[in-house]
């Protein structure tokens, strides 16, 4: 999937004025990406759709209001998902956010040896995620599993574009480290190094 583009300056003024034509247009521009944010963290395909729809609805209600201030587009908006997550979250009483094991394999993998290596591999690594720090998991998963560039990263996270850098360096090392002690000592020992 390419970065997200950025609505126009027009198509952002037509949607302030509740432009059906340009409303549409940013619904389909960003409902794939938000549903996919909002997917994986209730994991539940259900209250995906839900909050999804809430995103859009909270949009069209707030979008003769808004104002760039330096904030993307796509940002704001997925504030907007983040909070009603939280919201959702607070609601049911639950403490985190995690990374849901139940996500579909996807993968192009048609011999059953292909699917077994392929979660095994998975498995190691949601393990080794669930180990990060709060703010490393949601940085990997922001960049890595919903694809946002950093200045949206930034802007959802509220910090500077240097700090996502630094903080994604530091969750990539130490993902690299818990992903190399989880390796058998047989692959580490014997050159196990696969290219």
């Not at 607070?90 to 979660?119: K, N």
């Not at 910090?159 to 058998?184: D, E």
């Amino acid at each position: 999937m390419g970065a997200l583009k950025t609505p126009d300056e027009a198509l952002l003024r037509r949607a302030r004025a509740l432009d059906p034509g340009a409303l549409a247009e940013i619904y389909e521009r960003y409902l794939d990406g938000i549903y996919r944010y909002v997917y994986a963290r209730v994991g539940h395909q259900a209250d995906a759709e839900d909050l999804t729809e809430q995103v859009f609805l909270k949009m069209v209600d707030a979008i003769p209001g808004y104002r760039s201030r330096g904030i993307p587009f796509a940002s704001w908006l997925y504030r907007i998902a983040h909070n009603l997550v939280v919201d959702r979250y607070r609601r049911a009483a639950r403490q985190t956010l995690e990374l849901h094991e139940a996500v579909e394999d996807r993968g192009p993998y048609a011999d059953p040896h292909g699917r077994v290596e392929f979660s095994e591999q998975r498995r190691r690594l949601i393990e080794a995620v669930q180990q990060l720090t709060p703010d490393q998991q949601q940085v990997i998963r922001l960049r890595f599993i919903d694809n946002l560039e950093v200045g949206q990263v930034a802007g959802l996270l509220r910090r500077r574009p240097g700090a996502i850098h630094a903080l994604q360096h530091r969750a990539l090392n130490s993902l690299l480290r818990l992903l190399r002690a989880q390796q058998p000592a047989e692959e580490r020992v014997g050159g196990g190094r696969r290219g």
